[in-house]
């Protein structure tokens, strides 16, 4: 089974057209501090490469498609993002790379936290060398 946690959104759709709600605690399991979204990226150009120390983060992409790599220092796993109804959980101490954003691409991020550059970790290595010694 894979350390990947999804989360389906359920859309409560009708006849007009899809909408789907984002609670702190309810489907998304963090008290939400923090929005940002990610758009007109380059496809060539991947983003991310850090894991978080602390901060609890929800990827949904909200339109056009991106892979999140997503690694727990053990597994790597690729997720295919590409709807609107599909979050990904992005815990603590997982790094997790973005890949092949379509031109159209718009990736909101939901984080149980305020930006704190000290909460990143940005070196595989040093996330690696944590990771391995939490597992032994
Ligand atoms: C993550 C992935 C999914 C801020 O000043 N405040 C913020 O809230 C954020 C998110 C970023 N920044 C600054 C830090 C950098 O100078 O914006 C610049 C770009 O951030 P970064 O290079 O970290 O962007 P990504 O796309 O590599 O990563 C982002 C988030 O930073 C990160 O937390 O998990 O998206």
Known sequence: MS???????ASLGDS?????????????PFDIKRVYYIYGVDPKIPRGFHAHKETKQVAICLSGQCTMLM???KNKVNVL?????????????QWHE???F?????????ASD?????????DYNT??????????
């Open 71 to 73: 690694d727990d220092g």
């Open 127 to 136: 996330f690696k060398n944590l990771m391995d010694e939490k597992h032994v």
């Open 114 to 122: 305020l930006y704190n550059e000290s909460d990143y970790i940005r």
């Open 3 to 9: 350390f990947v946690r999804e989360i389906e959104l």
């Open 16 to 28: 007009r057209g899809e909408l789907v709600v984002l609670e702190e605690n309810k489907n998304i």
């Open 98 to 100: 973005m890949h092949d």
């Open 81 to 93: 993002m590409n709807s609107p109804k599909q979050g990904v959980l992005i815990d603590v101490m």
């Open 102 to 110: 379509s031109e159209d691409c718009i990736l909101m991020v939901l």
